[in-house]
Each structure stands twice: as C-alpha cells, then as structure tokens.
C-alpha cells in the first residue's frame, strides 16, 4: 500500500492531471473472497476511478467486484515496524489454541 | 535516548536483516536513500520502456492483415500500456511523482529501454517483438518477482502473467507465415535478422562494464547478471528458432557439450552506447509521438478535471437544498 504521508496532491499548479488524486485500488478475485489490494491510480473523481481500476487491473477477469478509496483518506499504522503498536499481541499467548493442555484421549478437540 | 547516528544504524541493522532474510521492503519501511533511489531509477526506466514499447508494434494495429490479427495487437499494445502504469504506481510508492515521471521521459532526463529505438518495417516484426522482446523481458522479469522491493515484486507478477501471451503470439504469427509463402518466410527470416543483436542487448551492458549492477544484487533488487539473462535468453530461444526454421545471424552460435548451453558471439556493444545516447534510428522518432500524445491529451485532461468540479458543486449544492427542494 502506498503510505498517505508520501502522497500529497501530487503539487498545485502543473496542469489538470498532475493534481488528479491517487487511488488505492481494491479487488476482489471472486465471490467468498475479501478485496484485496492491487495498486493504485490517478483519477479526476471516484467514477473515474473505478472505470480506470476495471481497465486497468480487470482485463482478464481478475475481479467481480471493485473498491476504489482516495490515498490520503487511509489511515495506517507508523512505518517502523518495531512500534509498540503490535507488541500487545504478542504477549498474549493465551490466546491461541496450543497454549492449552488437553489429555490426548479427549476426542474432537 | 538515542542519538540519530545510533538510529539510523539501527534502520540500517533492520533493513539488512530484512534483505538477509529474502523479506520483502515495504513501502513505509525505512530504506537507505540509496536504495530508493536506485528503486526509483530502475522502476520508472521500466515503466518508461512499457509506454514507449506501445509505439513500434502500434503503428502496426491499423494494418494488421486481419480483423484476429488487429484484435490481438490491441489487446497486446493496451497490455503494455497496463503494465507501465502497474510499474508507475509502484514508483510512487516510493515517493516519486506520476507527473514528473511523465515530465522526465518527456523531457529526456530518463531513459527507456534501447530497443525500442529499432524501426518495424513489415508486419513479420510484430511476430519477431512478441517472440524476441517479450521473450527476453520475460527472461528479465520473472526473476524480479523476487525483487526485494514488494510493491516492485508485485507489479512484476502481475505483468509476467501477461507477458506469457504475448510471447505466444508473436511466435504463433511467425509459424503462420512460415507455413506460407516464399516471400512470407524471406520476410520473417528478414525481421529475426534485424531484430537477433538488438533484443540480446536489452539486457544491458555485459557485466564487465555494468557498474550498478552489484549493488543492485546486493540489495536483491535484481536476481541474477545482465550476462547470465542473457545467456537464458539465447538458450531459450535457439531450439525455438530451429522448430520454425529459421536461422539466427550469429556465426559464432553452437551448442557446447561440456557446459550444456549455447555458445554465442558478442553484440557490438558501441551500438548499444550510440542507441542509449539517443542516437538509434528512431529515437528522435519515439521521443517526438509520446510528446506529441501528450500535448494531443491535454484537452482531455482538462475536461475530465471540468467535470468532476462541476459533479462535485453538484452533490455539494444537493446537500445543502432542504428536503423535497428538488434540485
Ligand atoms: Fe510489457
Ligand atoms: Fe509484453
């Protein structure tokens, strides 16, 4: 995924293009699958975006189903990935099933 | 506290040990300057090569012998379009922008692949870039959906899917014509002629004189040396060239029993110097369409950015209206 900080409006004042937003491109592959990310693009407006996602990342039928989303309207976790951000879900050990001792004769657990 | 020094060893320490462990570099990691800007160079250098790549095969889509032929031309042509805007995008991940990607291949300041510089005089040249070209990027990058850089590895995965078609076919089209008549199979065997030394160069310099490449190995950017995709290539494509009957113009070409690979003479590198300083015999040619398409697009630009101002007054004005108002 493309980092919101990197992205500004892409400058003022060089030309209409030049200002157009990017677009986080979303697909999902089939039905009973979640969107997935797949690039990005640049788009006048969100209707533009989505018919630019389907020619770009559907030519094949790679999709039944689109997300386009502004860059600078995602919110994500801080570049360093030794934050203190995931460090809850690493001590909690509780919390996946082999943490518990179950006698091997109990059946179906 | 740490002090910056201390810190930045610390990002280098993990980077490394990202690259060590064949992870991949994400695009809110930290990274060397050195890497991103390597990263930057080489991805828009592709993206570059993809979108000028469209022009020489093109040319041909309004004179394609067939209504299958033209069809499958277009397909192919918007293809390469696609696979220039996958590798934009991932450029700007790296913080580099779409318009002044676009300003700098505009302007000259960056470089796209050599071979498109080459001229496509008969139809038999769009089978011979399908099979040649696309079968020596394919050679390129199906190692580079390892490349360290994820959004970089990716875009490779997606465009190696593809490239797969394309190189089919090329090589189709050519069996075609050599099932035809003389002067087809003059006209195919013509095309391999021209084309043989140009596509082998597109793997760059020979490693003895490509002063990037170690670092960029070394970073995992890059998998393997421009000698060595080379020689992939050339021991690809030699049994394929048998199987359509056609001769490859190198006489230095024989199989070598003892490495299991096929020997080959050396392109004339000075050619390559002169095509990469701009001075191919269609440089001028490449450079003055896609300024000329740019400058052709400008209108459309303007009111596609018009129209999504005046859709978006619209909703702003139907949100303010009180209900049943109308609009
Ligand atoms: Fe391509
Ligand atoms: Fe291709």
Redesign the pocket.
């Known amino acids: 995924m493309s980092g919101t900080e990197q992205h500004g409006s892409g400058g003022a004042g060089r030309g209409p293009q030049e200002g157009w937003p990017l677009y986080e491109v979303f697909v999902r592959g089939k039905r009973g699958l979640n969107h997935v990310h797949v690039g990005s693009l640049h788009a006048a407006d969100d209707a533009m975006a989505l018919g630019h996602a389907r020619d770009l990342y559907t030519r094949r039928n790679e999709g039944v189903s689109i997300w386009v989303v502004r860059s600078s309207h995602i919110a994500a976790s801080t570049r360093d990935e030794k934050d203190p951000f995931f460090a809850p879900s690493a001590d909690k050990v509780y919390r996946h099933p082999t943490f518990y001792d179950i006698p091997d004769d109990v059946p179906h657990i | 506290m740490t002090t910056p020094d201390a810190a930045e060893e610390e990002h280098q320490a993990r980077f490394d040990a990202t690259i060590a462990r064949d992870q991949r570099v994400e695009p809110r990691d930290w990274m060397p300057e050195a890497y991103r800007r390597t990263l930057v160079r080489q991805i828009a250098q592709h993206a570059h ?2 979108i000028i ?1 469209m022009q020489p095969e093109g040319a041909w889509i309004t004179r394609a012998p067939s209504l299958r032929r033209k069809a499958i031309l277009f397909a192919k042509v918007q ?2 379009a ?3 805007l996958y590798l934009y995008s991932a450029a700007e991940t790296l913080g580099a922008d779409r318009a002044d990607l676009t300003a700098r291949l505009i302007e000259g300041r960056q470089k796209y692949s050599s071979i498109f510089n080459y001229p496509t005089v008969t139809f038999a040249d769009v089978g011979v870039i399908g099979w040649f070209v ?1 079968g020596a ?1 394919i050679c390129n ?1 199906v190692p580079l959906c390892r490349s360290s850089y994820g959004p970089y590895a990716r875009a490779m995965v997606r ?1 190696c899917k ?2 797969s078609f ?1 190189q089919r076919q090329g090589y189709e089209l050519l069996l075609t014509m050599m099932r035809g008549t003389d002067a087809q199979r003059a006209m195919v065997q013509d095309a391999v002629d021209r084309w043989w030394w140009p596509s082998l160069m597109m793997f760059g310099p020979p490693d003895s004189d490509s002063p990037n490449s170690a670092a960029s190995m070394a970073w995992k950017i890059k998998r393997h040396s421009n000698d060595e995709l080379r020689r992939r290539f050339v021991d690809m494509t030699v049994p394929q060239a048998e199987k359509l009957g056609v001769t490859l113009p190198d006489p230095e070409l024989r199989w070598n029993e003892e490495s299991g690979r096929y020997d080959f003479g050396t392109p004339d590198w000075s050619e390559l110097q002169r095509v990469i300083k701009g001075d191919g015999p269609c440089n001028a040619e490449r450079m003055a369409r896609r300024r000329e398409a740019h400058a052709e697009g400008a209108w459309v630009r303007e009111a596609a950015t018009a129209h999504a101002a005046k859709q978006a007054r619209r909703r702003a004005r139907r949100a303010e209206a009180p209900e049943g108002a109308g609009v």
């Open positions: 090569s993809e790549g293809d390469e696609g696979h220039g696309d990027a990058q465009i593809e490239e394309h």
